[in-house]
């Protein structure tokens, strides 16, 4: 075919010349060269031709007699403005992909003019790894080229392809060819040097991000601290406590270019009211060979003290989160339970910045110091005996209400295996002699109680059907009111319409929260809100009203968007997502899925799922425990749908689809549908 155009674009770090000696490799040059990072090409608009002064500083400037500003940076910004005479404009480069050619809009956004091609992944000039993962876009469709080889090219623009390197250097060239024969092409060099990834032991090293405790710690004489650190491979490790003269033994596990170090301190032999500070010293276990040992004196330091040192603190800010302890976490941590300003809980001990609480002899929990004030003594900490709980029914829903005069910690446990609901007050002891039960009740089944360790009260609310619309536990005066939402009264039509149901929608991220970034550059943000926006409209069309949280590309809180739910009159809520992997493998992980946190919701969860996965997608799975904020509510059933993942191309090209977005916010509303007619059934 003949080219009526050949468009190349070639921005090539060279390398003049490379030296070589018989312990190593290295690329060198004659003299510095600008690299892709620092170069962009500018095609002005009418208004702006001209003389064009640049912040910040910039190498060099200059403007060709087709309109295109030429400019070097030292460094490109994340922001640079160009003023010309009385205008300007100031332009965003976050999210600019090398090569730097755009067509620069009066209203200062950018397009790329054909012929185009970008690489979106990253290009070193010098890459240690023996295999790069190339992702190039352009415009689609067309007929594309890696290093000569055909690719595929998806409807998104982008393709790639994983180039094996050889040592030293190594062209990578991509080209687009279209229908008309014009074509695209860009070009870069990357040395590959070819290094050693295994770290030696000698000299004798301890990586510093690993090391544990890295926080200060006020403890009990029964607590033990684990101290535990990497460092080279194969020697011996000890902990010296500072101020006494004791070395402590570390056991060790070997791994492939490193040891894991370990040791357990029991502070029963650490004197109260002292600090201790820490040293790791890693010494030689070879010897023949003279090597320095490595001392390293921890920030951290260890005090112990008595349990009625430790002070009672206030829960002093709404939704304060009490965690069951403080392992890694990921989208949210092990949570026990939110608490609003009136909880008062007993510390016993401090770890960095959390508090650690004592709700019984067996069970401890953690607060985070932004969440909490102090009090002062001689305060008491609140407990109390409960004499009775009564249960009956109003217009909306069961209630139990408990006796509540002292502000004690508590927590509830849905047990669906068990058909019931636990509510435990951490410092209440029974003297239970009434459970009241009036009729009417339509959910609740019976009441019992527990006293599962001392000072440990448990409420056991059984239902008659697990099939439950919701629940709260509010504050009413000196009571706790558990109210039990009554079924929604709905008419449920042949064709599918709803009357009587409210959904409430969330399109997750929005406004500078862009949330995942495609392959393509697709926004998590715009894909969440077009199937939000789409599944509202069929919503109405059957009848449903809908709660739309986030109508427009607008940020919102976490917490806003879940008071919005929560304030609204939805008997539903999902939220809608897309989902992100990462590694550099373009058609990795992919697939639907859906997450729920209350088991209660669970059901909810698998229905959606089932119709979800009669798309083209790939099965990810249905995902319990699951904390995003939004739909870490017990006050209805709320789930969360992942529909695909935009950074596996096949899902990413789907995503990017109008049509298919329709056909995922159809597939969520037969999910809707049928969980609502499983709920109703007898």
Not at 175 to 188: F, K, L, M, N, Q
Not at 625 to 632: D, G, I, L, Q
Request: net charge neutral.
């Amino acid at each position: 075919m003949m080219k009526t155009i050949q468009f190349l674009f070639l921005l090539l770090i060279l390398l003049a010349s490379c030296s070589v000696s018989k312990k190593t490799m290295a690329p060198t040059s004659a003299a510095p060269r600008s690299t892709p990072g620092q170069v962009i090409h500018l095609k002005m608009p009418a208004n702006m031709r001209g003389e064009v002064t640049v912040e910040p500083q910039v190498s060099s400037i200059e403007t060709d007699q087709d309109g295109w500003l030429n400019i070097t940076f030292p460094v490109l910004a994340d922001t640079i403005f160009l003023v010309a005479g009385s205008a300007s404009i100031q332009l965003s480069t976050w999210n600019w992909k090398p090569p730097y050619r755009y067509v620069v809009q009066p209203d200062g956004t950018i397009q790329r003019q054909w012929p185009w091609l970008e690489f979106r992944s990253k290009v070193p000039d010098t890459s240690y790894q023996p295999v790069l993962n190339l992702l190039c876009k352009s415009v689609y469709p067309g007929q594309a080229f890696i290093n000569s080889d055909p690719v595929k090219m998806y409807e998104t623009g982008v393709f790639f392809k994983s180039i094996t390197l050889n040592e030293g250097i190594n062209k990578i060239q991509a080209e687009v060819i279209a229908a008309d024969g014009t074509s695209a092409a860009y070009e870069r060099e990357v040395f590959y040097l070819k290094k050693d990834q295994t770290r030696q032991a000698f000299p004798l090293w301890i990586d510093s991000a690993s090391i544990e405790p890295s926080a200060d710690q006020v403890l009990l004489v029964e607590d033990i601290v684990r101290i535990s650190f990497k460092g080279s491979k194969g020697q011996q490790a000890s902990v010296k406590i500072r101020n006494r003269k004791e070395k402590i033994s570390c056991s060790r596990k070997d791994f492939n270019d490193y040891s894991l170090y370990q040791v357990d301190l029991f502070l029963a032999d650490f004197k109260k009211g002292k600090d201790y500070g820490l040293s790791l010293l890693l010494e030689s276990t070879d010897g023949t060979t003279k090597v320095k040992p490595l001392k390293i004196d921890l920030d951290a330091h260890i005090r112990v003290q008595n349990e009625a040192d430790f002070p009672l603190i206030s829960v002093n800010k709404p939704g304060s989160i009490l965690s069951y302890n403080l392992g890694p976490i990921r989208l949210g941590g092990p949570i026990i339970a939110e608490y609003d300003p009136w909880v008062i809980l007993k510390s016993n001990g401090q770890i960095g910045e959390y508090f650690r609480v004592r709700l019984n002899p067996v069970e401890t929990a953690f607060i985070h110091q932004d969440n909490i004030e102090v009090l002062p003594r001689p305060t008491v900490k609140p407990s109390y005996y409960i004499t009775y709980t009564r249960a009956f029914s109003n217009e909306n829903a069961d209630v139990v209400v408990i006796p509540y005069p002292e502000p004690v910690p508590y927590a509830i446990y849905p047990e669906v295996e068990q058909g019931r609901i636990r509510i435990s007050l951490y410092g209440v002891k029974t003297s239970s002699t009434w459970m009241v039960h009036k009729e009417g009740l339509q959910q609740i089944e019976n009441l019992k109680w527990e006293q599962t360790t001392p000072d440990t009260y448990d409420l056991l609310i059984y239902l008659n059907n697990p099939k439950i619309w919701g629940y709260e536990l509010v504050k009413n005066g000196n009571s706790l009111e558990f109210r039990l939402k009554h079924p929604p009264v709905l008419e449920i039509n042949d064709d599918g319409q709803i009357k009587g149901l409210v959904v409430s929608i969330e399109a997750g991220h929005g406004g500078h929260n862009l949330g995942a970034v495609g392959l393509s550059g697709l926004l998590e943000k715009e894909v969440n809100l077009a199937t939000a926006l789409e599944l509202e409209k069929i919503c109405r069309q059957y009848g449903i009203e809908v709660v739309q949280i986030r109508t427009q590309d607008e940020y919102l809180t976490l917490s806003e968007k879940r008071s919005m739910v929560e304030a609204s009159k939805a008997h539903l809520h999902v939220s809608i997502h897309a989902n992100s992997g990462g590694g550099g493998n373009y058609l990795g992980a992919s697939g639907v899925s859906t997450y729920y946190h209350n088991p209660f919701w669970a059901d909810f969860a698998k229905i959606m799922y089932r119709h979800l996965r009669e798309l083209p997608l790939k099965d990810y799975g249905v995902i319990g425990s699951f904390n995003y904020t939004v739909t870490r509510v017990a006050s209805r059933p709320a789930i969360l749908v992942e529909q695909a993942f935009l950074s596996q191309a096949e899902d990413e090209e789907k995503l990017a689809s109008p049509e298919f977005r329709r056909q995922m916010a159809e597939k969520i509303f037969e999910g809707i549908l049928d969980y609502v007619r499983y709920m109703v059934e007898k």
